[in-house]
C-alpha cells in the first residue's frame, strides 16, 4: 500500500461528534461542539475532551466542575457545526440552533435533549498541551435513548446514527454497516495457531 506522508497535523479520522454542555457562573448553559473527545479509561469510568484554553466552555468547566458530553445524531450535522463556529459569549446557541435542553441525573449541567447518548462527567483533572487543556471526565452517569434497546435489553447502535467528523478534511459523515464483532471475530485469528 503506498502513502504519503502529511507531517504532523490533526488528520484522523473518524472521530464522533459531540456537543458538550456547560454551565457558566451566571447559570447560563453553553454548548460547544468538539470532536476531541473519546473514553480513555474503564476503571474509574472517564472520558477525555479537548479544548482550546480560550474557550468559553473551558471557563465554565473550571468554574463548575461539571460537563456532559452530547453524542450527535448524523440527523445534526448543521446544528453540531453551527455550535462548533460560533462563541457562546456572542450568540445564544441553544436557541439559534433550536436545540432544547433536560436535566441530568447527577449533575447541574443539562443534557441536550436531542442527542440519543449523553455522558455526565465530574472534572478529575486538566493537562496542558500548549493552547489546549485536556480535561479528564469522571463518568458519573450514561442516558441512552430507550428506542435503541430490544425487548431483551440487547442495544442496536443503528438508532445512534452518530455522526463523525473527519479532521483535517473537514466533513461530517454518519457511519456504514457492522464489519464485525469486537472481542470476538478476532479471535477466529488466534484459533488457527
Known sequence: MKKR???PCVTFFPQP???ISSVSQDGQTNLMTASWAGIVSKTPPTMAVSLNRGRKTYENILHSGEF???MIPASLAVEADYCGVRSGRDENKLANASLTLEP???LAVPLLAESPLNVECR???EIE???YRLLLGEIVEIHAI???FSANGEIDTRAFDPLVYLGGIRQYWNLG???ADAYQDGLRLADKK
Open 146 to 148: 430507550e428506542s435503541a
Open 104 to 106: 441530568a441525573a447527577k
Open 177 to 179: 454497516e457492522k464489519c
Open 129 to 131: 498541551l500548549g493552547e
Open 5 to 7: 506522508t502529511l507531517g
Open 17 to 19: 461528534t459531540t456537543i
Open 68 to 70: 456532559v458530553i452530547n
Open 123 to 125: 472534572l478529575l483533572r
